[in-house]
C-alpha cells in the first residue's frame, strides 16, 4: 500500500512539473509580440504603472509582467515611453469616405469592397482609431458592410454596423443614408430584419415620431439591440430628448443638440431667432447654422440656466450617455492642427462671440462629464481619425484631464457599443489594440498629434 501511495505521488509530482514546464515554455517562447519598459495607462483608473511588460498573442494581451526580459517572435523596447488603448469612434459615415451624399455610390461594387475597405481603414488606423460604428449608411450598403463586421484583419479598422437611421413618414426627401419606416408594424419588421443579419446596433433620427419610436425601442429591447439617438431639432413636433429617456433610450448623438430639448417655448425661439439674426445674420448657410447651434447656449446661460441644470441631473440619474461631434463646431472659428477657419465671412466681432459660445458650451459639457455622464467620441464627417486627434486636444483645451480623455477616446465608446469586454482598457484577454506615444500627452496635449506606433491585433500597423 505505502509503495502505492509513494506511485501516485511521483505521477503528481511529474505531471505537475510537466504543466509548468508547459506554462513556462509559453511564457518564454510563444508570444507573438512584448512590448518591454512601458509606461501603461489603466483608462478605467487613470493611473499610469511605470516598468511593464505587455505579453501578446493571437491578437490578445495575455500578461502583463514586470519582467524586463522575455522571448517572442518580435520585441519592442518602449523605453519608458507610454503606451495606451488606440481609439474608439462610435460615430461615422462611409459616405464622407465614399462620396458625399451627392455622390456616394448606390450599391458598393463586390469588386472593389476590398479597395473601399482599405480607403474607410487608411482614414482612420494611422491616427490611432483602430473601432469605429457607422451611424447611417445606404440600406443597400448593409448587407457588405455586415461581412466587414464580422471579418476583423489586423490591416483594416474594426467596422460595427448601426442599422437605420430611422425616420418616420416626412414630406422631406430622406437623406441618402437614412431608412424610411411608414408605420409602427414596418418599424418593428425593420429592427427584426437588422437582428436577422446580425446588426445589433441601431440609430433612432430626430424625424422618426410615435408610435413608431416607441414600437423600435420595445423591439429593440426584446432582442438585444442597443439604440442610439440623434434626438433635437428646431420642430417641436418632434421628441426631445426628456421625452426620449422616458420611452427608454440613453444614448444620444452630439453635444451641439442638447439646447433644443432646453428651449422650448414660442416666446424662447422668437427671442432666439432675433438675438442671432441681430449677431450674425440670417440663417442661410451651413456654417450658419452650426453658429446657431453655439448661440443657443449663450441664450441658455443667459434665460434657461436653471432649466439647463435640472436638464443635466436627469440626464445623469437617467445614464444618458453623448457623443461629442466638437471638432465640426470648433473650426468655423478656429484653426486646428489640420485645418483652418471653416466661415471666412466671419467679422472679428462674430468670430470672438463664436469663441465664447463655445467656452460656454464646453463648460456645460465640463458639468456633465463631472457629474458621471459618460461622453465619447463622434467624429461625423470627413478624416475621423485626425477629427478625433482634433477633439482630444479640444478637450484638453477647455479643461478635461488627459486620463479623463484617454477614457473618453477609448473604454467609453467600447462601453457605449457594449464591447467593453473586448477592448478600450489594457487588460488581460483583450484585444491589442494599443497606441504607444514617442512624446507623452500628458505632458503636453499637443503631443495627442506626435508620432506614434499603432498595434492593431497584435501586430504592428505600417
Known sequence: MKQFYLLLLFLSFAGFSQFHAIEKGQSENNYDLVILNAKILNTKSGKVSSKKSILISKGKIVMISSKKKHQARTIIDAKGKLVTPSFIDPHIHPTDVFGDYEKAPKILPVDSLNILRKKLSDEYLPYGTTTVMTMGQPENWVKELVVWQNNSSPNNVDFIVCGGALISKDTRTPYIGHTEVTSSEMASQKIVEYSQLGIKHIKLYHRLKEPEFSSIIKVADSLGIKTYGHIGDFNPEYLTIPQTLEKGLKNYEHLALIPNSVITTDDDWVRLDNQFKTNFGELNTESRVIEFF??????????????MKAFIKNLRQNNATFSTTLHRLFVQFEPT??????????????????QENFNLMMQYVKKMHDSGIEIRLGSDMPNGGKVNLSELIILSKYGFKTADIFKIASYNGAKAIGIENETGSLEIGKKAHLIIWSKNPFDNAHNFVSEKTIIKDGEIVP
Open 337 to 354: 492642427f489640420f485645418t483652418q477657419v471653416k466661415d471666412t465671412s466671419l467679422t472679428e466681432k462674430q468670430r470672438k462671440r463664436c
Open 294 to 307: 453655439l448661440e443657443q447656449f449663450r441664450f441658455i446661460k443667459e434665460n434657461k440656466h436653471k432649466e
